[in-house]
């Protein structure tokens, strides 16, 4: 049986981040990377994304930056029930996702970083480690595990037996009509179910999402179609042993915007740090400590899945960019205080 000092399951943005900072931190520490996809189906299973991300969230990245970029966004624009269309400055960026994280991989690569294209169908503990059973027949001993196996990571369900607190499955469509280059527009209302309607740019075309059968394309060109499960609102346990789950395995998608690239990413990295540093109980103190991991995010989705469209009308009156609207829309209108105490947070955390 095959043995490594680390062994990843999945080569996303958690895995992909996990592999890179670990060979960064150690030149010594074999680690292999296992990804099932060939690269074609690698290409489409990660273009299924809005492929938007922060300007912020390269700082907790670095040396890691922005690269295939295909937009700069520096404005948010959300639609509201009544009408209201509130705009705010937000400086990211979409990127050819696909391709930055075969960037990502060939640093990973380049440090030293073994991959092999191969599935994980079974993982079990044993004194010493996690033995995962691939489906070429072969057997590999992982020391330390890092279970970035996104939303439906059968290391997390057999390993530690939790399942998200929130499944949004989402249906995202690529279709032939331009929305403004440097916007991200999200459509706000009771049929999402706390969830929202996303148009973002991409090339020359866009893509176009919702929450699965809240809404339609009727009427665009549709290009490609996918749908795709969204885990939300984090789990009670991330590491047990040597054994650690990131990213949408560990349903680190913000709750409020659904946001998840960053935080997957930055979750490989901590979990590096952690075995790097000899502390895995770090990267559950992390994540319970970090602002990322704030309850209030979960409690602000399920009111505004509670909420009707008159309530979202009057939720978004007289809301704007401006800080003393805010002030006052928070004093007049004490209902809404929890959503308007988390909008700012999640525009800071939640992409
Ligand atoms: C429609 C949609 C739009 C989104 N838009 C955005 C957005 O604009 N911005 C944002 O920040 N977030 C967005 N997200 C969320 C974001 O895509 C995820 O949170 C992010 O991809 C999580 O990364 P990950 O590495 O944890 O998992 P994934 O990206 O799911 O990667 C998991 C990898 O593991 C591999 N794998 C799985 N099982 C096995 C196995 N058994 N053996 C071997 N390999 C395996 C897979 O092949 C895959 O490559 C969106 C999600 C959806 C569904």
Same mark, same amino acid.
């Given at each position: 049986?095959?043995?490594?000092?680390?062994?990843?399951?999945?080569?996303?943005?958690?895995? @992909?981040?996990?592999?890179?900072?670990?060979?960064?931190?150690?030149?010594?520490?074999?680690? +292999?990377?296992?990804?099932? !996809?060939?690269?074609?189906?690698?290409?489409?299973?990660?273009?299924?994304?809005?492929?938007? #991300?922060?300007?912020?969230?390269?700082?907790?990245?670095?040396?890691?930056?922005? %690269?295939?970029?295909?937009?700069? #966004?520096?404005?948010?624009?959300?639609?509201?029930?009544?009408?209201?269309?509130? =705009? %705010?400055?937000?400086?990211?960026?979409?990127?050819?996702? $696909?391709?930055?994280?075969?960037?990502?991989?060939?640093? &990973?690569?380049? !440090?030293?970083?073994?991959?092999?294209?191969?599935? *994980?169908?079974?993982?079990?503990?044993?004194?010493?480690?996690?033995?995962?059973?691939?489906?070429?027949?072969?057997?590999?001993?992982?020391?330390?595990?890092?279970?970035?196996?996104?939303?439906?990571?059968?290391?997390?369900?057999?390993?530690?037996?939790?399942?998200?607190? *929130?499944?949004?499955?989402? =249906?995202?469509?690529?279709?032939?009509?331009?929305? $403004?280059?440097?916007?991200?527009?999200?459509?706000?209302?009771?049929?999402?179910?706390?969830?929202?309607?996303?148009?973002?740019?991409?090339?020359? !075309?866009?893509? *176009? /999402?919702?929450?699965?059968?809240?809404?339609?394309?009727?009427?665009?060109?549709?290009?490609?179609?996918?749908?795709? @499960?969204?885990?939300? /609102?984090?789990?009670?346990?991330?590491?047990?042993?040597? *054994?650690?789950?990131?990213?949408?395995?560990?349903?680190?998608?913000?709750? +409020?915007?659904?946001?998840?690239?960053?935080?997957?990413?930055?979750?490989?990295?901590?979990?590096?740090?952690?075995?790097?540093? /000899?502390?895995? =109980?770090? &990267?559950?103190?992390?994540?319970?400590?970090?602002?990322?991991?704030?309850?209030?995010?979960?409690?602000?989705?399920?009111?505004?899945?509670?909420? %009707?469209?008159?309530?979202?009308?009057?939720?978004?009156?007289?809301?704007?960019?401006?800080?003393?609207?805010?002030?006052?829309?928070?004093?007049?209108?004490?209902?809404?205080?929890?959503?308007?105490?988390?909008?700012?947070?999640?525009?800071?955390? /939640?992409?």
């Amino acid at each position: 049986m095959d043995e490594h000092d680390a062994v990843i399951v999945g080569a996303g943005p958690a895995g @992909a981040s996990a592999g890179f900072f670990l060979r960064s931190g150690s030149e010594d520490l074999d680690v +292999l990377m296992v990804d099932r !996809l060939d690269d074609a189906k690698y290409a489409r299973y990660h273009r299924m994304c809005g492929e938007a #991300i922060s300007r912020a969230a390269f700082k907790d990245l670095a040396p890691l930056t922005p %690269t295939n970029v295909v937009h700069n #966004i520096s404005r948010m624009r959300e639609g509201w029930p009544g009408g209201a269309m509130i =705009e %705010t400055r937000a400086i990211g960026y979409i990127l050819d996702r $696909p391709a930055f994280l075969r960037g990502v991989l060939e640093r &990973y690569r380049s !440090l030293g970083g073994k991959m092999v294209r191969d599935a *994980v169908e079974k993982a079990e503990a044993d004194g010493k480690g996690t033995v995962l059973t691939m489906t070429s027949g072969k057997s590999i001993r992982a020391k330390h595990l890092i279970a970035a196996d996104g939303a439906r990571s059968l290391i997390r369900r057999t390993l530690f037996r939790e399942e998200p607190p *929130v499944m949004m499955w989402t =249906e995202q469509h690529l279709i032939r009509r331009r929305v $403004p280059d440097d916007a991200l527009t999200f459509l706000q209302a009771e049929r999402y179910k706390g969830g929202y309607r996303w148009e973002f740019p991409a090339g020359e !075309l866009s893509r *176009v /999402g919702f929450p699965r059968g809240t809404d339609s394309v009727e009427g665009e060109e549709v290009v490609e179609t996918h749908q795709r @499960a969204i885990p939300m /609102g984090g789990l009670s346990t991330l590491m047990r042993g040597n *054994v650690y789950l990131v990213g949408d395995a560990a349903a680190m998608a913000n709750p +409020l915007t659904a946001g998840g690239i960053r935080i997957a990413m930055l979750s490989g990295r901590k979990a590096a740090e952690a075995i790097l540093g /000899g502390r895995p =109980e770090s &990267y559950q103190r992390w994540w319970s400590s970090s602002p990322f991991s704030s309850q209030r995010f979960m409690r602000a989705f399920l009111k505004l899945k509670a909420m %009707t469209d008159d309530d979202y009308e009057r939720a978004a009156r007289g809301l704007g960019s401006d800080p003393l609207r805010l002030a006052w829309c928070y004093l007049s209108r004490p209902e809404f205080r929890d959503l308007y105490r988390t909008y700012a947070p999640s525009g800071i955390y /939640g992409w």
